[in-house]
């Protein structure tokens, strides 16, 4: 898992300076987790979105975005609590989630809203 940057979030998934309207630039479906270090809660979400980085290679791609380090990233999103989970559908508005979720609210959610099967 790739951790996001505000240059690396502007190159690979959305130019928010120079756009208004969504404009989604990657070749896959994204999640995007947004995570502290000190976050208890993000951490027992780390593994999980690890396994599934790895069963569905190629077929999404999953990053991480340390609010702590990149507080512009986290405010153009309002990230007011953490984990916030961003899924980006290839062709679909983005959706948020809050909390820390189980591995099977993560696969729903892949079905979808990512609309990504195994």
Same mark, same amino acid.
């Given at each position: ?9 502007? $190159? +690979?998934?959305?130019?928010?300076? /120079? ?5 989604? *630039?990657? !070749? ?21 979105? $690890? +396994?599934?980085?790895?069963?569905? /290679? ?5 990053? *991480?975005? !340390?609010?702590?380090?990149q507080r512009e990233l986290a405010a153009v999103f309002q990230i007011q609590s953490i984990p916030s989970i961003l899924f980006i559908p290839k062709d679909d508005k983005p959706q ?23």
């Amino acid at each position: 898992m790739e951790h996001l940057t505000k240059e690396t979030f502007i $190159e +690979k998934i959305f130019d928010y300076e /120079n756009n208004h309207e969504w404009n989604f *630039k990657g !070749d896959r479906p994204v999640i995007i987790d947004f995570y502290a270090d000190w976050c208890g809660p993000c951490k027992m979400v780390t593994p999980i979105l $690890e +396994k599934l980085s790895t069963e569905y /290679n190629g077929k999404l791609d999953i990053y *991480k975005v !340390d609010t702590d380090a990149q507080r512009e990233l986290a405010a153009v999103f309002q990230i007011q609590s953490i984990p916030s989970i961003l899924f980006i559908p290839k062709d679909d508005k983005p959706q948020m989630a809050m909390g820390a979720m189980p591995r099977e609210s993560f696969e729903e959610a892949i079905r979808t809203v990512l609309k990504v099967e195994k």
